[in-house]
């Protein structure tokens, strides 16, 4: 009887201890369906319960890993566009849209860029036919190195040479499909033949889109309007509606955990004490190479003697891939709801490189103060031998704020001196503690 009773208990207890087991799992489901946690950023649900299993708390970051083996994608697209010859569907202003649209686009653009070959200047007049033919379009606002691209989207082949801003995979009738871009710096229009075929490639991408009456400029026509702007302004037919932000300094000169948190960010050994204090500065010395942290959010960098500490490779990829790879680490650790983007690469007299980075709030840019950039690199015999990085911290408060119709704008814009002035919408930082985006004329 007695031991009758014993396994009866025994088998109670189980059933306890299962019914425990699926309501804590149950828990954790749910917390992770409703974001608990992912932070409310769309991660999937299963990335978050490997990050529980791991022991990490909710919100907490991992400290970040600097490697350039893994190349990433450092140029987001400010706009992306698919047309199937007679209807558009454009996105921009909308990081996550734009995003998932272009990453559905990038495995054919990919193949576009790696067969590309016979490169030939084209007229403007060729270029513009061609953002009305069938295939895709991407605007990155900047001039991107056409290696980089390559590198990004993971594909190698052609020997593609110069950067583009503008690109564009269109059908020209047949099979065929050609690749187009444009070059910002030298304002001139190329096109390459590519191995893509329509069919079975580029016309899925197009036949399935559901336009949404995007344009561009040039589309309109003389007096419509938009005669004073960049004929490359994509205009929707629904007006933007910006998010607001808080804006904030993550610096923190007197805790000492955030001290050593950004020197190993920037690869130096933690030292305690932190160094020490000049002013509104504090100073770290690891051998010849200093860390200067201002109160203000600038950090500099500057190698002394032979610098060794952040190779950056050779050519216009691996030097910009280095560079994400430590801006992301730090600027990317604390700046919140922004992202880091690419923002120029420039050569310098003495044979090395520049490479810049901007914040960008849900794909519209942010001007930074009057610099306007996030961080600076300076790369010399493949060598990060300076940089200059500007810490800021955002949060989307919920809201939105309007702005005017593109129309509109583009009529204020008439009263400035220079026509054919490109228009952006755009977050102005100067340092306070909401922003707002609105259109700038550049």
Request: glycine letters at 14%; a negative charge; hydrophobic letters at 40%.
């Amino acid at each position: 009887m007695r031991t009758h009773r014993r396994r009866r208990g025994r088998g109670l207890e189980w059933c306890k201890n299962g019914l425990i087991v699926l309501l804590a799992l149950s828990a954790v489901y749910l917390a992770l369906r409703t974001g608990l946690y992912t932070g409310g950023s769309g991660a999937d649900p299963i990335s978050g319960l490997a990050a529980l299993l791991r022991g990490e708390r909710p919100g907490e970051s991992p400290a970040p890993q600097i490697s350039a083996a893994r190349p990433g994608t450092a140029a987001l697209p400010a706009a992306v566009a698919v047309s199937n010859g007679e209807a558009r569907l454009g996105l921009q202003y909308d990081a996550g849209q734009t995003g998932a649209l272009f990453d559905s686009l990038s495995g054919v653009l990919g193949e576009g860029l790696s067969s590309a070959r016979n490169a030939r200047t084209v007229s403007e007049s060729a270029w513009r036919t061609a953002l009305c033919q069938p295939g895709i379009y991407v605007d990155f606002r900047c001039d991107v190195p056409l290696e980089a691209l390559q590198a990004w989207l993971g594909e190698r082949g052609a020997d593609l040479s110069g950067q583009a801003r503008r690109l564009a995979l269109a059908h020209g009738g047949g099979d065929a499909v050609t690749l187009y871009y444009s070059n910002e710096a030298d304002g001139m229009y190329y096109a390459c033949d590519t191995a893509v075929s329509y069919v079975g490639h580029l016309r899925d991408a197009v036949e399935n889109c559901v336009p949404n009456g995007a344009a561009f400029a040039f589309e309109y026509g003389r007096g419509a309007g938009y005669d004073g702007l960049d004929p490359y302004v994509m205009v929707r037919e629904a007006p933007p509606s910006p998010r607001v932000y808080q804006a904030a300094n993550p610096v923190r000169l007197e805790d000492e955990s955030w001290l050593q948190a950004l020197q190993r960010a920037c690869g130096f050994p933690p030292q305690a004490g932190g160094g020490y204090q000049s002013g509104n500065t504090v100073v770290i010395r690891d051998g010849s190479d200093s860390l200067r942290i201002g109160e203000g959010g600038a950090v500099t960098f500057s190698a002394g003697g032979d610098a060794r500490r952040y190779p950056a490779g050779e050519g216009p990829a691996a030097v910009i891939e280095a560079c994400r790879a430590l801006a992301q680490a730090t600027a990317g650790r604390w700046c919140g709801d922004a992202q880091i983007t690419f923002a120029g690469l420039a050569g310098r007299e003495d044979g090395g490189w520049e490479v810049r980075f901007g914040y960008t709030l849900d794909g519209a840019a942010v001007q930074l103060y009057d610099e306007g950039y996030a961080a600076r690199f300076q790369i010399q015999d493949g060598q990060i031998t300076g940089f200059t990085l500007r810490l800021r911290q955002y949060t989307d408060t919920g809201e939105r704020s309007i702005v005017l119709r593109e129309l509109r704008a583009a009529a204020a814009m008439e009263a400035l001196p220079a026509a054919g002035r490109e228009l952006v919408l755009c977050y102005e930082d100067s340092g306070g503690e909401t922003i707002r985006a609105g259109w700038v004329a550049r």
